[in-house]
């Protein structure tokens, strides 16, 4: 069986998502590096940087980053669409994968901790705090572009007719990352699909249970 390792509200749910809408049983493990605990530890040991989610194939095979784990379960098992079938489109997909994780994932890796990416600003709550308004400024940037790159109207998804695996990851991600209120007001139509994949009959309950409503 399949082994994912995450937390609750944390980027793993748009791989728990993902095997959810692919139908394939897991082992979930609660995990995170802020988390101590057996699960840590059990993650330490198949993911040296401890970072979630990580996902262990069924041959003991580990995977890390969201992206690259999307992108194998899409490739695996092509009857999920969870990618594309089509190869253009497919192509556009997987590049849409990889533009979250580069450009959206790792602005909030500084929103999260500042001081790792400034010498010296460990103590220095100004300094963290410059890096971080100009970090969430930055993220918001590229969530503009993403919009505008993978987003077309009048289309229910951005793969199609049904959520795919680009769908699953700018949803979690934008919720995580705490950008819906900037893409709502600035792009609204955007913000309806994240709405529409978090809504999904087949996707719901997760997001509730993820994120439960206040």
Known sequence: MLTLYGTQGSGSAAVEAALAWAGLPVRFVDAASWKPGPGLDELAQVNPLQQIPTLRLEDGTVLTESAAILIHLGLAHPASG??????????????????????????????DYPQRWCADAEEDKPVQERIIAGSRARLHKHWEIFADQFFAEGRPF????????LDLLATVVSKWSGARKHLQQQRPGFHALLQRVEQHPRLAPLFARHWPAP
């Open 82 to 111: 969870l990618l594309p079938a089509e190869a253009s489109a497919r192509a556009l997909a997987i590049r849409g994968l990889v533009f979250i994780a580069a450009n959206c994932y790792s602005a909030i890796s500084i929103i």
């Open 158 to 165: 951005l793969g199609g007719e049904q959520p795919g695996a």
